[in-house]
């Protein structure tokens, strides 16, 4: 794990829902942990947006999360920096403080997510 991460990521293939900056969007998430996730997309929002963030598990309750995009990605900067060496194009979201009933729901997900039974949609 980096050193300055405090959560371990899981990689992900489920889906989720993105509002911010008047847009929204249905997107894949790369990887997910208890801070925040990777969400690929070729229009990821400017550092600093807040969003608010929909997911499912496969119980398909749904979790609500704020979120701020902390680094993006574009597709421009991804290809200038040699395409898949670089990373995907997209942004990282760095969740707000989760009530406990939600860090509890969001770590339900996260063990479905390493067990491999996460839901896709």
């Known amino acids: ?10 990689p992900s293939r489920l889906r989720c829902w993105c509002e911010g900056d008047n847009v929204t969007f249905y997107a894949r998430v790369g990887d997910l942990s208890e801070g925040g996730l ?8 400017a550092r600093g947006s807040r ?11 749904e979790l609500r999360a704020e979120a701020t995009v902390i680094w993006a990605r574009s597709e421009e900067s991804s290809a200038a920096q040699g395409g898949e060496q670089a990373g995907p194009p ?3 979201l760095q969740f707000a403080e989760l009530a406990p009933p939600a860090l509890e729901h969001l ?3 996260l063990a479905q997510e390493q067990r491999g039974t996460g839901a896709l949609d």
Request: aromatic share 2%; hydrophobic share 30%.
């Open 38 to 45: 990777f969400l690929r997309t070729s229009t990821p929002l």
């Open 1 to 10: 794990m980096d050193g300055n991460r405090r959560h371990k990521r899981i």
């Open 51 to 61: 969003t608010l963030v929909r997911l499912h598990g496969e119980d398909r309750h």
């Open 107 to 109: 770590r339900r997900i």
């Open 90 to 92: 997209g942004m990282g």
